[in-house]
């Protein structure tokens, strides 16, 4: 299980657009130093392009926007019992606030997360997530920001052991079975989020958060870190998606 979590890991970066320059640009570079310089052009060429492409607001714009479209914002009229928060990163380091430790997509997700659980009453957070490269799990860090933002231990379910959102989805099934509940979790990530947990017989209700799209403001734009990082996320998304149908 290890083994093939970490293998997925591997390869999920070669397919991703920094991974996927990296290897062209290393292409490029055996061949220039293998003296076929036509070769050699041709892949440092292709990296530069599509490093701009990638970095480029308008293209990794559209990328988001595609899927961050699919579901509308939660209506925190419903009354739904259970909150599932669905683990992202964060780090363990001391001289920083809990603010800091945990990364921007996981602050927004909490939040939300948090916001429905205060407008629902006899509510509960359900919190997912391993420790990764550090020795506490997200779940835990997750639960301690919540729990400095008023809410109480006992509306709170930790599980730090699922290493994947399929292992989440598993995890909340035996709480939750067929019930509805609330999921919150990325925008990118909640069209391939809602397919992984109907496909397991649950019914989840969209609440996404962390929006990365962009009001367009016209084509003349200079290729940006943002912009990349955008386009990294999509397409790991993307490429998730049709892992998902070729599974099947």
Known sequence: ?????????????????????????TIGLYFLLADKRGFAKLFLSLSFAFL???SYEPFSNFLVKNLEESYPKYDYNRDIRYIHVLGSGHNTDESQPLSSNIGSSGIKRVLEGVIIHLQTPDSKLVFTGYEGNTDIANAVMNARLAASLGVEEKNMIINPEPKDTKEEALFLRSIVADEKFVLVTSATHMPRSMKLFESLGLNPVAAPTDFRKKKHTGYFKAPDIDSLQNSQIAIHEYFGILWSIIKK
């Not at 093939?4 to 991703?16: A, D, P, R, S």
């Open 1 to 25: 299980m290890e083994f093939g979590f970490y293998l997925k890991k591997f390869v999920t970066f070669f397919i991703e657009p920094l991974g996927f320059v990296l290897a062209l640009f």
């Open 52 to 54: 701009l492409l990638f």
